[in-house]
């Protein structure tokens, strides 16, 4: 492709760059948005030259790293995963491997974790599950559910909602996507 220039920029093409440097007092605005990141840097075309060059070398590797380290959780490969361990009916959501192969830890996770599938693909109006819900399903009395429950709070898998329902955490979906859910569906087969 080739390119034409008009006689102005032509003769200032020609001219050797010494000549032109600090001619053209002129401002130059830049705008970057960059995800949640916005930079305007205004000034002459060297200061702005700079500020942009510092702005890509600074910041933009630092924040690369921070995104690597947030945790974040894809929806789809998660429902996928539990698969065949997790299901729904309308009655509310249901564990589909024997109870008395899961630890009660394990076994309140993924119910934390259904909750959490069922609220965020649409068949619950909340991810929370209540004590007596998840104390119910897991078949043991109230102070062992209370336990185990409390575990998970320390631990971070879960949490306990404002409205005091507990709710499975974004380090708990890592934790069972990395970690137990490949454990349970070894351990079951799956």
């Not at 130059?28 to 990141?37: A, G």
């Not at 590797?61 to 361990?85: C, H, T, W, Y």
């Not at 185990?148 to 708990?172: C, H, M, P, W």
Request: aromatic content about 6%; proline content about 3%; overall charge negative.
């Amino acid at each position: 492709m080739e390119w034409e220039l008009d006689e102005e920029c032509a003769a200032s093409a020609r001219e050797p760059p010494q000549s032109r440097r600090g001619e053209n007092k002129e401002e130059l605005t830049v705008q970057v948005m960059y995800r949640s990141v916005e930079e305007k840097f205004s000034g002459s075309i060297e200061s702005v030259w700079l500020s942009l060059n510092r702005f890509f070398s600074e910041f933009l590797p630092s924040f690369e790293v921070a995104q690597r380290l947030m945790l974040n959780v894809d929806l789809q490969k998660l429902a996928e995963d539990s698969e065949g361990i997790i299901a729904f009916a309308k009655e509310g959501s249901c564990l589909l491997l024997p109870r008395n192969k899961l630890t009660d830890n394990e076994a309140l996770s993924l119910l934390l974790l259904a909750g959490y599938l069922a609220h965020h693909l649409g068949n619950a109006e909340t991810e929370g599950v209540s004590k007596e819900e998840l104390q119910g399903k897991l078949g043991k009395d109230a102070k062992i559910a209370s336990t185990r429950l409390g575990e998970l709070v320390k631990n971070q898998t879960a949490a306990k909602t404002s409205d005091e329902k507990y709710r499975i955490t974004t380090f708990g979906l890592m934790q069972m996507q990395k970690g137990t859910i490949p454990r349970i569906k070894a351990k079951m087969g799956i």
